[in-house]
């Protein structure tokens, strides 16, 4: 099965404008809070463990966009598809599941 590369930039670049979303709206919200801090200790409480969550889910959001930046890097050079191990074609299915896959099964264990 022949991984066709226009239609999976496609979706990486589907991916990375909403990774790029995310993390704009992350951001904004973290920097421009929508709760009052001034009324409460515990909502203080709850708002600060929102946001650290909110930072966790940016952190994964940021690394998710990298991820997705190095696969549309790798399908510009013609290295996609190649697992950065061994060099075979990563299968199919596992590209199709995980678009910025860098390895192959066998490596990915």
């Avoid at 920097?31 to 952190?59: F, I």
């Avoid at 991820?67 to 996609?80: D, M, P």
């Amino acid at each position: 099965m022949k991984i066709d590369l226009k239609t999976v930039k496609q979706e990486l670049l589907k991916l990375k404008e909403e990774y790029e979303t995310r993390i704009a709206k992350i951001e904004d919200h973290i920097q421009n809070p929508q709760d009052d801090l001034n009324e409460h200790w515990e909502d203080q409480a709850v708002v600060y463990s929102q946001n650290d969550m909110r930072k966790n889910l940016m952190v994964e959001a940021q690394q998710s966009l990298i991820y997705v930046n190095n696969a549309l890097s790798r399908i510009e050079n013609g290295t996609y598809g190649d697992c950065e191990v061994c060099g075979k074609p990563i299968e199919p299915q596992r590209l199709q599941a995980l678009p910025y896959a860098t390895l192959c099964m066998k490596h990915a264990k």
